[in-house]
């Protein structure tokens, strides 16, 4: 297949049915619509009930709520009680990554999904933690498009993991991007899979922008501050060395960044932010999720 000749159109089509992904979109839907009310509108049954119909949630959901992160060691043993103790935003965040993981081959050529996943929780905390720092108001909506910005290589893990590989050594080899390594093997990039793949998803709108130009927030205009929180999240992940792509010598100077300059706009309170400070915060997260995904991958 010369999928480098592929238009965009041409892409969308072919994996539009996306039938090789396992389903997770159903439940995937109800779940977030119903984890999206205010927390006091949220109705625990319906919950408990979707969490009860996929069996690796309730095993993801009870490990979780007895690990240490809760201090309830091995005293959670229902769903219901394991549901209040998470509370809904966290449980949002659990059940929207196990959704996903279910959907990541374990053992992909190039993309261990430990990896992948460690990358997308550290740019999920650090988007929220750069949301709350600059006083963007929707910080948990930063959170969940810092985890599914790179859902496009759950596509390509999948549908082009040749490609893929290709990508990621030309990457390494000549230091650029791993998008730009795409761009120039397949074609396209992870942000057009992650897109088709976040519309057939049904996820809300602004999260779907996110997905598409998350290396170019100075495209997205309806969304830019939320683009640019996740881009700036992505490139801390990068600096921070979590990251599934190669880390090759780059210069990243943060306060270079498009992205910056566009919250700067915004939010001219960054003018005094402590960008030293704010790394060591997040390296502090980031120990917490290896520690989280490797004992989610064990469940
Ligand atoms: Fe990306
Ligand atoms: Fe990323």
Request: net charge negative.
């Amino acid at each position: 297949m010369k999928s480098d000749k592929l238009t965009f159109d041409e892409l969308r089509q072919k994996i539009s049915r996306l039938d090789k992904i396992p389903s997770v979109a159903s439940i995937l839907r109800t779940l977030l619509k119903e984890l999206d009310r205010p927390p006091d509108q949220v109705k625990l049954d319906k919950v408990v009930e979707l969490i009860s119909s996929e069996e690796s949630m309730v095993a993801k959901c009870l490990h979780l709520a007895n690990s240490p992160l809760f201090g309830q060691a091995g005293r959670v043993s229902g769903i219901r009680a394991a549901v209040l103790l998470l509370g809904v935003v966290r449980l949002r965040d659990v059940l929207v990554s196990s959704c996903l993981m279910n959907a990541m081959p374990k053992f992909a050529n190039g993309m261990p999904a430990t990896v992948f996943w460690e990358h997308s929780l550290a740019c999920a905390l650090s988007s929220r933690h750069l949301a709350k720092q600059i006083g963007f108001p929707d910080a948990d909506k930063a959170y969940l498009a810092g985890l599914l910005h790179d859902i496009g290589q759950i596509v390509n893990v999948i549908y082009f993991p040749e490609e893929l590989q290709r990508s990621l050594a030309f990457s390494g080899e000549r230091g650029v991007p791993i998008e730009v390594a795409e761009r120039e093997i397949m074609g396209f990039t992870h942000c057009e899979t992650g897109w088709v793949l976040a519309q057939e998803w049904s996820l809300p709108p602004d999260v779907q922008d996110v997905i598409l130009h998350h290396h170019q927030p100075e495209r997205e205009l309806d969304h830019a501050d939320l683009t640019a929180i996740v881009n700036l999240a992505d490139k801390l992940c990068f600096i921070g060395g979590i990251t599934y792509a190669p880390v090759y010598a780059m210069q990243l100077d943060i306060l270079d960044e498009p992205a910056w300059s566009i919250l700067l706009e915004r939010y001219p309170q960054m003018q005094t932010f402590d960008l030293a400070r704010l790394g060591f915060e997040l390296e502090s997260h980031f120990g917490e999720v290896r520690e989280v995904v490797a004992s989610l991958f064990r469940v």
